[in-house]
């Protein structure tokens, strides 16, 4: 069965008319190759097979069409589960749990950021690289700075730092964005992530203990105010006395400094204040609530369905502060890989479904977005849980030996 390019407007119309092709036909499909604006070769099972190991009998019985359907590219065996990820995950629309809809309408009657009903959402499915110039234009990254609403005067002037991230760290090439979920137990890719130039974690994930699987580097860590709000230890515990510190606090939807000040969703002022004072020495920023909702906005313009009227997550914004700092990204375990669990840290036994697929953050709309945004292949998903992107310093293009990552060689993507 081959399909013929189409120009219907967005991939997901694409694949849906192709499934309801291949169920037509009663074909199994293995693979589908999509490209920004075509559909290119559908293949069933025999003719799959026949392309790849030769087999002449199979091709006889198919005919000339079999014959015919060769494949583009030098193809895994179709036992390869990577090829077949894209039609289970549900880092595609059609596959949204149920429970995220649920979590969506109940978040939708509180309201609690007063978000618009009324939500803009573009009105045609954007390549890749369309997307990326979005993000880039509309998602900047912003930390408060002495002067900036209610934060003024000598008090605040005293602890806001004076320079920029971008000032205090300098150019970065490689980094990595490495998540806290359980996924990444057994992992195996501490010295891989140690090779970066710089390494963000989050919240309370450790190194000690886990760095065969997660490293040792950390040059940033994102924190929600509830862990500076909550921790007893956060003035004396060694894990936050490396690396650059980031707090960020969910604020009202419309970025207004003062609201915000007035009612934060974690007062967690005082003991920013109070971490100053003790380690003067220490880079702590506070992330401006604009970049949490600027974020969202995209993210909802650029799904199908409404999305939880809460910010984005703790990852998803450690994504985009990266994204603003480095060349190139490689996110781990952000979209799950073969050792996916409902295990929510790979330090904790805290198991939860809810930690994969999200309950107040739109979670799994950022992995969608993510996956749109993807440089990297679904076999570097599937087996090491890695997505690579590029950064706001590289705008243009990123270019993939597609061949050569389907045939499983190592190669990595070059953002030019």
């Known amino acids: 069965l081959t399909c013929r390019p189409t120009s219907l407007p967005g991939v997901e119309h694409r694949v849906a008319a192709v499934r309801r092709t291949a169920q037509t036909h009663k074909c199994h499909m293995y693979l589908l190759l999509l490209c920004n604006t075509s559909i290119f070769t559908l293949f069933s099972e025999s003719i799959y097979s026949a392309a790849l190991k030769g087999r002449n009998s199979e091709d006889q019985r198919m005919g000339a069409q079999a014959t015919s359907a060769k494949p583009h590219l030098n193809l895994r065996p179709a036992g390869n589960a990577c090829l077949e990820e894209e039609y289970r995950s549900p880092w595609n629309s059609s596959n949204v749990p149920q429970q995220v809809f649920h979590s969506v309408k109940m978040w939708n009657a509180v309201n609690k950021f007063h978000v618009p009903y009324k939500r803009r959402r573009q009105k045609f499915f954007k390549s890749r690289d369309e997307l990326q110039r979005e993000v880039e234009e509309r998602v900047a990254l912003r930390t408060v700075r002495a002067g900036d609403g209610p934060f003024s005067g000598d008090d605040w002037d005293a602890f806001l730092p004076k320079k920029d991230l971008r000032e205090l760290l300098g150019p970065m090439k490689r980094c990595a964005v490495v998540m806290s979920s359980g996924s990444m137990r057994d992992s195996s890719l501490g010295s891989q992530i140690d090779e970066h130039d710089a390494v963000i974690r989050f919240n309370a994930?450790?190194?000690?203990?886990?760095?065969?699987?997660?490293?040792?580097?950390?040059?940033?860590?994102?924190?929600?105010?509830?862990?500076?709000?909550?921790?007893?230890?956060?003035?004396?515990?060694?894990?936050?006395?490396?690396?650059?510190?980031?707090?960020?606090?969910?604020?009202?939807?419309?970025?207004?400094?003062?609201?915000?000040?007035?009612k934060p969703d974690f007062n967690f002022f005082p003991k920013y204040k109070e971490y100053r004072k003790a380690h003067p020495e220490q880079p702590f920023y506070i992330l401006s609530p604009s970049v949490q909702w600027d974020l969202w906005d995209v993210i909802q313009e650029n799904s199908e369905t409404d999305i939880q009227p809460n910010p984005p997550s703790s990852g998803m914004l450690g994504i985009t502060v990266m994204m603003s700092l480095c060349e190139e990204i490689t996110i781990y375990e952000f979209l799950p890989s073969r050792r996916r669990s409902d295990l929510c840290y790979y330090f904790k036994g805290h198991i939860n479904k809810q930690c994969t697929i999200g309950h107040y953050h739109p979670l799994t709309f950022e992995k969608m977005l993510i996956k749109r945004l993807n440089r990297g292949h679904n076999c570097d998903i599937h087996d090491f849980g890695k997505v690579s992107l590029c950064g706001y310093s590289r705008p243009t293009s990123c270019v993939l030996n597609v061949n050569s990552c389907i045939m499983g060689n190592n190669v990595k993507p070059l953002c030019v």
């Open 205 to 262: 994930a450790p190194t000690k203990g886990f760095s065969a699987d997660v490293g040792n580097k950390t040059t940033l860590r994102l924190i929600n105010s509830q862990v500076n709000c909550a921790n007893a230890k956060f003035l004396s515990n060694p894990l936050y006395h490396t690396g650059v510190l980031i707090v960020w606090d969910p604020a009202p939807y419309s970025r207004d400094l003062y609201a915000w000040y007035k």
